[in-house]
């Protein structure tokens, strides 16, 4: 917790979030000196709050690509640092005639990797509402960590392996050749900004706009659920339709998430604030699948902010005007499932001047006009 005056690195990373941790990750598996540089005094924000839900299938294009690499690089990391992965698929169910020709469409798409189950097979592997149920999309290849429990083993994991934590500590301005932080200057050949919503309040960088969206969760204590995630359709008594994401959890805990809010970010994730009636009406859609959800207490109840650019994809590329910096943000929802290529990807370029693994370019910060100071 020194000053960093005199401190010198190859890779600076701000942000002790997934994204973060995952370019410390592939920076130190290339031999390279690594600093994070964290605000909080731990892993806090999304990335901790999140799903933890890789649901690869559900990825398009490029995106797909970036989620089948990941997967594999879960697998890896979790058997490494010791925390608990698993693939345990996706139930996405359909009760309207349209749902399920979408989800028809969509496995004959995707071949072997998702298969349409009838009402049956789908009431066989997850105790839903049999009310209007005519299928289900079965993904069985998309995986799950739990949140709480894999971000800080990784970062514990990290530090056993060399690379340096400054908690409490803010990023104030990336330069070529270093870092301005709060506490000091470090060194650095190379900075990447992983801030998630936050990246965009880094003095003088000229990046296009990152918003941050605000979502709720609830945890439920329900154990004996079957392990994969289900995914559906729920209509409020005022005509609102949400898309409520039910994932099992192996501590015996239900993670509910799936409402958006439009409140503006605030100056840090120490100062998110939880919303009663939000949580309310997810375990309220919690309760309409299984009578078990519905007499299960709640733990926990939370909010967090998932960084999202203009146009929707992740931003990731160099910044512009400032030599040697580089951005990591704008994952959205799948921050969690995407970190581990993103930082693969984005070390190769910055070690090896170019991206082998994915295709970074559809996701430089330069596609985009910068936002106004």
Not at 217 to 229: F, M, N
Not at 267 to 274: I, K, L, S, T
Not at 296 to 304: K, S
Not at 326 to 347: C, F, I, K, R, S
Request: aromatic share 6%; net charge negative; hydrophobic share 45%.
């Amino acid at each position: 917790m020194g000053d960093l005056a005199d401190s010198r690195v190859d890779l600076a990373v701000v942000g002790a979030g997934i994204v973060g941790l995952a370019h410390a990750l592939h920076g130190v598996d290339r031999g390279l000196r690594v600093a994070v540089v964290e605000r909080e005094a731990n892993p806090v924000g999304a990335s901790i709050r999140n799903f933890g839900h890789g649901y690869v299938e559900a990825q398009a294009g490029e995106a797909f690509e970036y989620g089948l690499a990941a997967r594999e690089l879960w697998l890896r990391i979790a058997a490494e640092a010791g925390f608990w992965a698993s693939e345990t698929g996706t139930l996405l169910v359909a009760r309207r005639p349209e749902e399920l020709a979408v989800v028809e469409e969509f496995a004959a798409d995707r071949g072997s990797a998702a298969r349409v189950l009838g009402p049956g097979e789908a009431l066989a592997r997850a105790a839903v509402s049999p009310e209007g149920l005519l299928g289900a999309l079965w993904t069985p290849g998309d995986i799950r960590v739990d949140p709480r429990v894999a971000v800080p083993k990784m970062a514990d994991w990290l530090a056993e392996r060399g690379v340096a934590f400054h908690w409490q500590t803010t990023a104030v301005a990336a330069e070529t050749g270093r870092l301005v932080t709060n506490r000091g200057e470090l060194e650095a050949d190379a900075v990447v900004l992983a801030a998630g919503p936050w990246t965009g309040r880094i003095p003088g960088l000229r990046l296009p706009r990152v918003h941050g969206l605000k979502g709720y969760s609830v945890t439920l204590e329900a154990a004996g659920v079957p392990a994969h995630a289900l995914f559906m359709d729920y209509r409020l008594a005022d005509g609102r339709a949400l898309e409520p994401e039910i994932i099992p959890r192996p501590d015996g805990t239900v993670y509910i998430c799936g409402m958006a809010d439009r409140q503006p970010l605030p100056e840090c994730a120490e100062g998110v604030e939880v919303s009663e009636a939000g949580c309310a009406i997810l375990a309220g859609a919690a309760a309409r699948v299984a009578a078990s959800l519905a007499a299960a207490p709640i733990r926990r109840r939370q909010a967090c902010y998932r960084p999202v650019v203009d146009d929707g994809l992740p931003m990731i590329g160099p910044v512009p005007a400032v030599r040697g910096a580089y951005v990591a943000t704008g994952h959205g929802p799948w921050g969690m499932l995407n970190a581990p290529a993103t930082g693969l990807a984005l070390t190769e370029l910055i070690a090896d001047g170019a991206a082998r693994s994915v295709d970074l370019r559809p996701f430089y910060p330069d596609r985009l006009r910068p936002a106004r100071s």
